[in-house]
């Protein structure tokens, strides 16, 4: 996947998604959930748990990573990687935030 | 090649032991037949008290379950009782006509209670407590309640008599002696232990030698030789065991005692062994697991060629009575060449006493505090001197400094091979290969892995030594467990610091208690929420984001990522309007499955997220409110019929289910709650397994409480008798509130129970009206805020965004 082959979309506002939360975006072929941290960082990764599809979009969120709702996996929001014994990552997409927050693919 | 055959009579623990062994050493060494007069597989006996007091199942106690004997080709005849052996032949015969013949023959037919020949001895209802099918009989009579009387107040009749106390009985025990376990204990610890008895309401008569038995078609009473008169409908006798050593006898083997056997095990025939409680090895016979795990170790290696002796076995005792804490071993009696060391701490209720003679510890008994238990037991064993640490030896192992002395080099010495957990035969190499291997680094995964003191826990101490051991500083036995990674505090002490330092929200606990991340994890989050919610009800606002899933939307997620939806059906009862309105609902939505739950209502399941907020408008109309099945808060209370319907009904059990189901849902409680209502003491509502339950007495309400039916089985306990309804919602709701205030995060109300004793939780709710009633006027503040239904809330829109995307993107017209 080259940089050049990616467009920026425009996916909402950053205050539609709650601190320490997510929201989701649908794409037609996936679900890609936007993380907001504490510190307003930005994230986005597949809805998809690397463990057995759990939708990360409803786990908590804390520091930089989600427990996924299903089976307590830990996900890191910017690697999409499965934290600590467990072994696994989900896609990942680059956001950038202009006042708003966009997600590409 | 034709195998030589190993016939063993006898399929109790001893045996079971013999032939794991055996099989390690010497897979398909022999064609094995075992004959057993039980009609079952081997269990483990010394859990049969637990199963007495509901603690356990039988299930739980298998140790060699159907799989094994076919894994390793070993026939069993079960209920097959041996009847003869004949010694020229090679063969044995049992009582239902089975001949085998054999190469070898090992004798493992345990003991045989002794039963006092005393006038009506053989009324039903006399019983002895040895096997399982003792313990049936004993339950079976314990179900209508009733009297119990146990003689004898050894470790068997303990045990018998407070688990019969746990199932309801009035239990008397008659003892001979003056003090009891008189054989295990000095008087001063089996005074401690009479009076913690005492107080768990059992009655205990010393000094009392049974005349008779009195009934006349079945047991009706025990009169003792001073006249005296005792009612019960169970006699248990545990005055002592028997080796049984008869068909050993009548073949011919030598027997004195029990049969005797040299240091091979091997009897007066050269083709037979006696293993287990009837054999009798230099004099003694041993009626404890341990040294029979010794001996049976000894005879699996004569059995596959080898010269194994064994040397006879010093023993140690602990009684299994859920609550007291006793260990005891050795030689305790006074005497001109001993010396002892004591200690007492009247208030913590322990009593230490350690034996010297010639520096070295020969006895040891300890009440309240047996941490030290194996420690001394190992000192004793191996005879080391204890001159140097004789000053703080009192204090246990974990006052012992320096290199010389570290009691861990004794264990670290150890071979890989040494039994650390006698119960479950656990070797050291064992549990250090997996401690290692599978990165363990608390009791609990030890436990859970290896199953090193899961049993009866008495060699603890040495598991967490060899923890120690293995990991190092990173092991500490004595740390709280903290809550998380987070934070180095437990539980209790972030409770009690959130009262303490009035500390009212996440952000102000993280920083005054110098949390280790920035904004916690997903156990710390909803931990410190729900603390936070629960100690300051109207002042606190929940944190929405460190909720579960469940908690946020009020539905429980499901593993393909849609919900289910569980609407309250007010104690269990419901109507045609109400299962309308869910078919309803269920069309209209589409809804894939429905099903009865286990907790008297109606499940709907694999709803999709953004269709929630429509289905439960829709539920609404109808009346329903949602019967947060997700939460940490009251889900259920299951109600029988009673006085409505049921002829033997005798208070309104559904009414006061509905009523208490109506006042108490909303207010978060650290776990789950769940309770029942059952109109008489038959107990359809299922109430004594419930964290709350009341059975329906004619005399009023009989309030249970700590019960556990899901990871664990435990009956509940009783908490008392309130004679009206009111007087049972307020005594409940109180419990519930104190269950609120101390309860860690997760811990279900037995467990709670466990940790802060159940006579506290009695005297506070029972006895002590100021008290209960604080609790019960915090509940009733705290139910302001939280009773408010989630699910209308929602429909009314809040937390609109859960429910719905954030965006919906075109992509194929982006690209
Ligand atoms: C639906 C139901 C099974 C059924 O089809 O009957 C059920 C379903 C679940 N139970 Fe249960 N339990 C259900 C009755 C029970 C019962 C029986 C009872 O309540 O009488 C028990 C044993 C009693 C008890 O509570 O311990 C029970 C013991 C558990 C446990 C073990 C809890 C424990 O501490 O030992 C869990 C796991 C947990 O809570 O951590 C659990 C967890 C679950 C979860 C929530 C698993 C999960 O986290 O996803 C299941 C949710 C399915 C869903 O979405 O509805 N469920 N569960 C029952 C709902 C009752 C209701 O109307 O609310
Ligand atoms: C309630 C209870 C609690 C106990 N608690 C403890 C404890 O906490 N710690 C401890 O160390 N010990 C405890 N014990 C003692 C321990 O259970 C025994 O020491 C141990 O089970 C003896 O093992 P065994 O193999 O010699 O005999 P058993 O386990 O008694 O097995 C003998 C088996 O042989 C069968 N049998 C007998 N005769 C024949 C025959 N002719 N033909 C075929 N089968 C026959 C019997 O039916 C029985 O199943 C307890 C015992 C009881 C009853
Ligand atoms: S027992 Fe309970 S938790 Fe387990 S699968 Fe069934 S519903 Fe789920
Ligand atoms: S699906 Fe995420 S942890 Fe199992």
Known sequence: ?105 | MSREKLVVIGNGMAPGRMLEELFEKAPGLYDVTIFNAEPRVNYDRIMLSPVLSGEKAYEDIIIHGDDWYRDHGVTLHRGARVSGIDRVAKTVTAENGITVSYDRLVIATGSLPFIIPVPGHQLPGVLAYRDLDDVEKMLDIAKNKGKAIVIGAGLLGLEAAYGLKRQGMDVTVVHLMPTIMERQLDPAAAYLLEKALTERGINIITKADTKAILGTTRVEGVELKDGRILDGDMVVMAVGIRPASALAKEAGVAVNRGIVVDDGMMTSDPSIYALGECAEHRGTCYGLVAPLYESARVLADRLCGGSGEYGGSVVNTKLKVTGINLFSAGDFAEGDDREEIVLRDATAGVYKRLVLKNDRIIGAVLYGETADGPWYFDLMKRSVPVTEMRDTLIFGQSYQGGTTLDPRAAVAALPAEAEICGCNGVCKGKIVDTISAKGLTTLDDVRAHTKASASCGSCTGLVEQLMSITLGDAFNPHAVKPMCGCTDLGHSDVRRLIMAKQLKTIPAVMQELEWKTSCGCAKCRPALNYYLVCDWPDEYADDYQSRFINERVHANIQKDGTYSVVPRMWGGMTSSSELRAIADVVDKFEIPAVKVTGGQRIDMLGIRKEDLPAVWADLGKAGFVSGQAYAKGLRTVKTCVGTDWCRFGTQDSTGLGIRIEKFMWGSWTPAKLKMGVSGCPRNCAEATCKDIGVICVDSGFEIHFAGAAGLDIKGTEVLGLVKTEDEALEYIVALTQMYREQGHYLERIYKWAKRTGLDEIRRQIMTDTEKRQGYYERFVLSQKVAQVDPWSERVSGKDKHEFKPMSELKLEAAE
Do not use: Y
């Not at chain 1, 939708?55 to 089976?71: E, F, Y």
């Open chain 1, 1 to 105: 996947m080259n940089t050049h082959m990616k467009s920026w979309f425009d996916v909402g506002s950053i205050s539609d998604i709650p601190r320490r939360g997510a929201r989701c975006v649908k794409t037609g072929t996936m679900t890609v959930a936007v993380f907001r941290t504490a510190d307003d960082k930005v994230f986005a990764l597949e809805d998809k748990c690397p463990h057995r599809n759990g939708p990360l979009s409803q786990g908590i969120v804390h520091d930089g990573c989600v427990t996924c709702p299903l089976h307590n996996w830990v996900i890191s929001l910017e690697t999409g990687r499965a934290q600590g014994a467990d072994e696994g990552a989900t896609l990942s997409f680059p956001v950038r935030l202009e006042g708003i927050a966009s997600s590409c693919r």
